[in-house]
DNA sequence: CTGAAAGCGCTTACAG
DNA sequence: CTGAAAGCGCTTACAG
């Protein structure tokens, strides 16, 4: 029998070295000959040896293990395709560079346990945080207690935060002019949650719209949504009397429900009201009419941000990042766009 | 000043014990004097004190962490609704417990890498695979090397392994004959991706139906689909000239594409052709029409497995489990039932 | 470029 | 019910 468990021990009696050398080959420390470099790592592939990842971690201090945190205030919106594609984004990042991601849904009544988890237990190296609330008890624990992070999206108040996120004004109002432009004159809006910065900016960039044209916004033509489908149709609904000729959804998943509330209505889309997303869902393409939306690189901001963490990991006292990834309007059918070009061609 | 990184020596030292002791009442070992735990608790929280993780895994061998495996042969699907509600319940079983959850979304060209952090690198106590393909190397190497384990879904040729899953066979036979009994003659199936164990137990379930009728199943009627959107659009197309009058689709999300290309080619539904799908899936009572189908307890699932998973961990030589969740069939508009109801009422 | 040795912060027989 | 001490499997100054 050799042993019980394979440890660095083993690896050193057959390449010959000591500990110390197997150390160090596996962490790419540059002062080792290329030869025993050579050596070693033949025998730890032999031997498919991986070193014990909670004995490096209490060694050296590093985890090589990220953290991402999506607080859970509402949880049924985890379902949104959202997170799946920005988890597959870390994940990728993670792969690519020999890391690991932990996941915590911090929901309401654990969340003190989560933050524990990553501020005092060293579990993680650095947390990813998406999908905050703007006073989220998360972002001021990992402040405080100085754990490396990278939010998913700015911070209203902290300038001196690191993020990634598109620039959801401009975007928002590069949306609603492109309503105007095509002569409606009733653009209503279904902003985000107003306690969550994606909603606000959004909506930001909606009013930015309508005062570049001169028009004054109406506050019967704005209200609060959720993200949620449901709350795209009710809000679609009590929208409705106002008699809006266009609407700016601040999500494509609300957007499906204010398609929803306007059939059940009678009302055709885009003839009766047009109507503009904003995410490029999956399903944005193949909805009816398909919908014309402001796609975010939700993916790419995954990796990307975890990319981002890494930096900030290795790099101590790092200066803070802002990384802003690209939009792009995706007109489909359901702004009208189309068939207004094919009437003036018929013209 | 008091010291850099708090540790359990100086909880010991403020409630006057030694480090063992402090390590007990962490532990709950329930060979301490009441008094005596009290006193180290109500320490432990004025520090707000959390001890470390990789040293607690390093000495006890265990790390009250639970690895989430999700192959990802087609990352898109990672995108369905499924896996967030399978996400869910594993993170509320683990928040319950104070386990944490690490997830692998094990990308073909890292699935070694993978497999060596699951069974060598010690970083989790035990995995949930989910998604898995009947042949998976993950399950391979979990068994061989022995690491605690359960899958959702159960395994076509390994009896002895722990799994929660649903009856598909049996379900997916119950939602088929609904439909034969409401008087369809030609009734299709579009079946999940056959090397997956849940696309080849409710396709069995399907042709149990067709048999206990005494209806020989027609291969033409047969198509498989891989789980996703597009799939369940291109496959009914490829349906169609055969003409069914009703059809099981194995997913939900397959559904909402076959619903489209139904749509597409001037079809109504129930009245042309009725759709019975399988999961519930948020969107499946929104669709137009709403979607009749088999309702599993997806949350649920993830919640008992990762439960299950506990428990294997803590007994060790556990014997195998076998969780069966309950399915409901889910009666609404699109499988034509209420409709035929109304006309015969009306006669 | 390499090795001997201390140390990371816990857990757990062992002894009492 | 409690404490002293060995040990978990690595990393990393330090010395050469």
Same mark, same amino acid.
């Given at each position: $029998?050799?042993?019980?468990?394979?440890?660095? &021990?083993? &690896? /050193?009696?057959?390449?010959?070295?000591?500990?110390?050398?197997?150390?160090? #080959?596996?962490?790419?420390?540059?002062?080792?000959?290329?030869?025993?470099?050579?050596? #070693?790592?033949?025998?730890?592939?032999?031997?498919?040896?991986?070193?014990?990842?909670?004995?490096?971690?209490?060694?050296?201090?590093?985890?090589?293990?990220?953290?991402?945190?999506?607080? $859970?205030?509402?949880?049924?919106?985890?379902?949104?395709?959202?997170?799946?594609?920005?988890?597959?984004?870390? +994940?990728? /990042?993670?792969?690519?560079?020999?890391?690991?991601? $932990?996941?915590?849904?911090?929901?309401?009544?654990?969340?003190? %346990?989560?933050?524990?988890?990553?501020?005092?237990?060293?579990?993680?190296?650095?947390?990813? &945080?998406?999908?905050?609330?703007?006073?989220? =008890?998360?972002?001021?624990?990992?402040?405080?207690?100085?754990?490396?992070?990278? @939010?998913?999206? !700015?911070?209203?108040?902290?300038?001196?935060?690191?993020?990634?996120?598109?620039?959801? !004004?401009?975007?928002?109002?590069?949306?609603?002019?492109?309503?105007? !432009?095509?002569?409606?004159?009733?653009? =209503?809006?279904? +902003?985000?949650?107003?306690?969550?910065?994606?909603?606000?900016? %959004?909506?930001?960039?909606?009013?930015?719209?309508?005062? =570049?044209?001169?028009?004054?916004?109406?506050?019967?033509?704005?209200?609060?949504?959720?993200?949620?489908?449901?709350?795209?149709?009710?809000?679609?609904?009590?929208?409705?009397?106002?008699?809006?000729?266009?609407?700016?959804?601040?999500?494509?998943?609300?957007?499906?429900?204010?398609?929803?509330?306007?059939?059940?209505?009678?009302?055709?889309?885009?003839?009766?009201? =047009?109507?503009?997303?904003?995410?490029?869902?999956?399903?944005? /393409?193949?909805?009816?009419?398909?919908?014309?939306? #402001?796609?975010?690189?939700?993916? %790419?901001?995954?990796?990307?941000?975890?990319?981002? @963490?890494?930096?900030?990991?290795?790099?101590?006292?790092?200066?803070?990042?802002? #990384? &802003?990834?690209?939009?792009?309007?995706?007109?489909?059918?359901?702004?009208?766009?189309?068939? $207004? !070009?094919?009437?003036?061609?018929?013209?």
């Amino acid at each position: $029998m050799t042993s019980d468990r394979l440890t660095i &021990i083993e &690896i /050193a009696k057959q390449a010959g070295v000591s500990r110390s050398t197997v150390s160090r #080959v596996i962490n790419d420390d540059p002062n080792v000959h290329a030869a025993t470099r050579q050596r #070693v790592r033949s025998v730890m592939q032999k031997l498919n040896f991986q070193p014990n990842a909670a004995a490096r971690g209490l060694a050296a201090g590093k985890t090589r293990i990220l953290g991402l945190v999506i607080p $859970m205030g509402v949880a049924a919106l985890f379902s949104d395709p959202y997170f799946p594609q920005l988890i597959q984004g870390i +994940s990728a /990042a993670c792969n690519q560079h020999d890391y690991s991601t $932990m996941l915590w849904l911090a929901e309401p009544e654990y969340e003190r %346990r989560t933050i524990q988890q990553i501020v005092s237990a060293g579990m993680v190296d650095g947390v990813i &945080i998406a999908s905050a609330l703007t006073d989220d =008890a998360v972002i001021e624990a990992v402040r405080t207690h100085k754990v490396p992070f990278v @939010l998913i999206g !700015r911070h209203p108040v902290y300038v001196d935060i690191t993020y990634v996120d598109v620039d959801n !004004r401009v975007s928002a109002r590069d949306a609603v002019l492109h309503l105007i !432009r095509l002569g409606y004159k009733r653009v =209503a809006t279904i +902003s985000g949650p107003l306690n969550m910065i994606g909603g606000l900016d %959004r909506l930001a960039g909606y009013k930015d719209a309508l005062k =570049a044209r001169g028009i004054v916004a109406d506050p019967n033509l704005i209200a609060e949504g959720d993200f949620s489908e449901a709350s795209g149709y009710s809000t679609m609904q009590q929208l409705l009397p106002q008699e809006p000729d266009a609407i700016f959804v601040a999500s494509d998943t609300m957007a499906l429900g204010a398609m929803r509330a306007l059939r059940e209505a009678g009302k055709r889309i885009p003839d009766d009201v =047009a109507i503009v997303g904003y995410d490029d869902m999956p399903f944005a /393409a193949r909805s009816d009419p398909p919908l014309t939306t #402001v796609r975010q690189p939700i993916h %790419r901001a995954g990796f990307v941000g975890a990319e981002t @963490l890494m930096e900030l990991i290795s790099e101590q006292d790092a200066a803070p990042r802002r #990384v &802003i990834l690209p939009t792009e309007l995706v007109i489909r059918d359901s702004c009208g766009a189309r068939v $207004m !070009r094919e009437k003036k061609m018929r013209a």
